[in-house]
């Protein structure tokens, strides 16, 4: 039977409800998509503007914190990046939908602190040994400034910034930053900042490698509000490079000149490509550089540990810091990623949206031989094997403009 529902709506009464009905379900179905893609690109919009962070605040530190529960981790957004609507609005519907607590643990900073310029003459050229065992010692305490805490989401944050590629000279990277202490520290003045932190770089021949990398890397840090070091660890000699090594000693040496409780294991060819990558320590030691433009920014595999992470003292303390035994390149970060695991750890990750670097191009380095036969048995000396076996001799420590240099002498394996 032929049906003209226009014309003969009367002939054709069944077939043409079942058209009608048939109709209806498309009509509602497109209606339904069309409000899914509403809701959704607003949320994203959201998200291209400012990607939600996952802030952490580590229980481990040396904080006095305030008594009201609250809840560790929060979706921060900083205000100035919002474009519809106000901030406490976004956040309200996104914690009535995924029942997030955004309250953060404020923490009292307190003790007195010991000026650097006064000690500068004593501690440059300084010849030391040091032996197993290194106790951590602070002769630098936190210093009581009376001034507000800085909020945990700086508000001059940048977001995707453009990486500088040159390598300027140290005395114009010195003009470039005026308010550096000496030893690379610096502290905000408009607040009391919430992490110091210790960034270690451990280093040998890369000049223009670190030129790079303090050019990008101090502006960022001051952005976010940090009270920081920069400490370059260089290995003397010409022997295979002990890269897990350095980051042990920079550990050692950065809490005898202040009491940090972050501290950010960092290559020197790796450059940040997002300030909203905060250098700050979370409860679960971070992997930061997540995504690498050499690696076509994708995380190459889930356990993963290399290039720049972060960890407070008390975690790196736990797990013993990372093994000695690995003399040329590769299989220290895994190491410390099964480390990390084995003490009940898991490792936690920004957006690779947010965590985005540049790599330097170089040289690459002779593979360790027996680099997964160390990986293999590394759990039998993870109590032994890291900063309880630290020996190495401090050759010179100098308080540059910059940063901090740190020439050692490593005890070769016997």
Known sequence: MRCRCLSAWNRCTQPCLRLRSHILKVVLALVALLALQYALSNIFEARQLEPLFTVNFSHSRGHSHSS??????????????????????????????????????????????????????NLNNVSNSSGVNQTIVSTAAV???????????????????????????????????????????????????????????????????????????????????????????????????NRAMLMNVGFVEALKLYNYDCFIFHDVDLLPEDDRNLYTCPEQPRHMSVAVDVLRYKLPYPSIFGGVSAMTKMQFQKVNGFSNMFWGWGGEDDDMSNRVRHHGYHISRYPANVARYKMLTHRKQHANPKRYEFLNTGRKRFKTDGLTSLQYERKELNLGKLYTRVLVELATPS
């Open 68 to 121: 009201s529960s609250s809840h560790s981790r929060g979706l921060l957004f900083p205000n100035h990046t919002i474009a519809n609507g106000s901030m406490h609005t976004l956040i309200d519907k996104l914690t009535a939908n995924l029942n997030i607590s955004l309250e953060i643990k404020n923490a009292s900073i307190h003790a007195t602190y010991e000026s650097f310029s006064g000690n500068t003459s």
């Open 143 to 241: 210093p009581v400034t009376g001034k507000v805490v800085c909020p945990p989401v700086p508000p001059n944050l940048i977001g995707p910034i453009k990486v500088a590629k040159e390598s300027p000279s140290l005395e114009e990277l010195e003009k470039k930053f005026p308010l550096l202490e000496p030893g690379g520290r610096y502290r905000p003045r408009e607040c009391q900042a919430r992490d110091r932190v210790a960034i270690i770089v451990p280093y040998r021949d890369r000049a223009q490698h670190l030129s790079t990398l303090l050019l990008n890397l101090h502006p960022l840090l001051q952005r976010q509000q940090l009270d920081y070091g920069i400490y370059v660890v260089e290995q003397a000699g010409d022997g295979p490079f």
